[in-house]
C-alpha cells in the first residue's frame, strides 16, 4: 500500500514524520511526504495567543485529508484542537517520548543548584507559551519573560541575540538529536546548559512530547495497518489530559498544563497533575487511580469548586 503523509514543513515536523514513515515502511508499505503549509507557520507573531485560534498549525492538513490529498497526517499531538471534523479520527498514538519541558541556557547563566529553574538571578528567559510564562514568573519573579518563537535552532539561536535562556519541549530537543534527515541543522549546543524541569512542578501542555496519527474514518483498511503503531497506555494517558483541556476550553482562558503518567508510588496505577493560573494564583489539582481515563473529572471537579 502506498501511503501519503501529511506534514509541516520544519525540521522537527519531517523528523516526527520520518520517525511514522519508517515504521510503516518496516511493515512493508510505499510512503511519500508531502508538505503543508499551515496559517501558524506563516503567522509572524511572537506570541502564540497572538497566531489566531486553536488548529493554526494542523487545520491546513486536516482538509488536505478530507480533500483526498494524503492520506494520513502526523501531528504534535498538542497542537490539535479538541473538536477536529467528524470524517477524522486519531488512528494512532505512538509511545510518547519525554512530555517535559527542558531550559536551555548560555552557560554563564546556569545556576548550580536544586531549584526548579536553575537559572542565574534577574535573567531573561524566552518563550512564546502563555503557559510557559505563566509558570516561570510564578517560580521566580526575578526573571525576566519575553515572547519569543520560531524552529528549535531558531529559539537556541537567541542565547546569542540577549536571551539568558528558552524553554523548550525536551521531546523536540531528542528528536531532533537523532534525525535521520540529511538538512537538520545544527543546534549549535557546545556553549549551552540544558537542565529537564520536572514536569510534577512545571506542568507540561497537554499531550506535549506525543505525536497524533490521523487519518479517515472511511479508510478501514488504513486504520487497521496505523493500529499497529499505537501504544495503549499513551494513548490512556493523552485522553486524560484532553478531557481536562475541553473543560478549560469551555470554562475559561487560563495559563493551563495537565501530565498523566504511570505512577511508581501507586503500583501499576497513574497519576494525573494539573496546574493552572486564575485571578494571579496557581491552581493545582492531582489524582491516582488504576486507569488514567478515570482520573481527569476528579481533577477538574476540584479545579471546579475553587473557580466558583
Wanted: aromatic residues 4%; neutral net charge; charged residues 25%.
Amino acid at each position: 500500500m502506498k501511503i501519503r503523509i501529511g506534514t509541516r514543513g520544519s525540521h522537527l515536523a519531517r523528523t516526527q514524520s520520518t520517525t511514522v514513515a519508517s515504521k510503516l515502511e518496516r511493515l512493508g508499505h510505499e510512503v511519500e511526504l508531502v508538505i503543508i503549509k499551515t496559517a501558524g507557520d506563516q503567522s509572524t507573531a511572537t506570541s502564540f495567543g497572538d497566531i489566531g485560534p486553536q488548529g493554526v498549525f494542523v487545520r491546513e492538513i486536516e482538509q488536505a485529508l478530507l480533500d483526498k490529498v494524503v492520506d494520513i497526517a502526523v501531528h504534535s499531538y498538542k497542537d490539535l484542537p479538541t473538536q477536529s471534523p467528524n470524517e477524522l479520527t486519531i488512528a494512532a498514538v505512538p509511545a510518547r517520548l519525554d512530555a517535559a519541558d527542558a531550559l536551555v541556557m548560555r552557560k554563564d547563566a546556569a545556576a548550580n543548584d536544586d531549584q526548579e529553574l536553575p537559572i542565574a538571578p534577574d535573567t531573561k528567559i524566552g518563550t512564546a507559551s502563555v503557559r510557559r510564562q505563566a509558570w516561570i514568573k510564578h517560580l521566580r519573579p526575578d526573571i525576566t519573560v519575553e515572547p519569543t518563537r520560531g524552529n528549535v535552532p531558531t529559539r537556541i539561536g537567541r542565547l546569542k541575540e540577549g536571551f539568558d535562556g528558552v524553554v523548550l519541549a525536551a521531546a523536540g530537543l531528542q528528536r531532533l538529536k537523532a534525525s535521520t534527515l540529511d538538512d537538520v541543522p545544527d543546534l549549535d549546543l557546545e556553549d549551552v546548559v540544558i537542565k529537564r524541569i520536572l514536569p510534577d512542578v512545571f506542568v507540561p501542555a497537554p499531550a506535549q512530547g506525543a505525536l497524533a496519527v490521523q487519518c479517515r474514518n472511511a479508510d478501514t483498511k488504513l486504520l487497521d495497518v496505523l493500529q499497529t503503531l499505537n501504544d495503549a497506555d499513551t494513548r490512556r494517558c493523552i485522553y486524560a489530559e484532553r478531557v481536562l483541556l475541553e473543560r478549560v476550553e469551555g470554562g475559561c482562558d487560563l495559563a493551563f498544563g495537565a501530565y498523566a503518567a504511570p505512577d511508581k508510588s501507586f503500583n501499576g496505577g497513574f497519576q494525573l497533575i494539573s496546574l493552572l493560573e486564575h485571578n494571579g494564583k496557581l491552581l493545582r489539582s492531582k489524582a491516582r487511580g488504576a486507569d488514567p481515563i478515570t482520573l481527569a473529572e476528579p481533577v477538574w471537579e476540584t479545579f471546579a469548586r475553587r473557580l466558583k
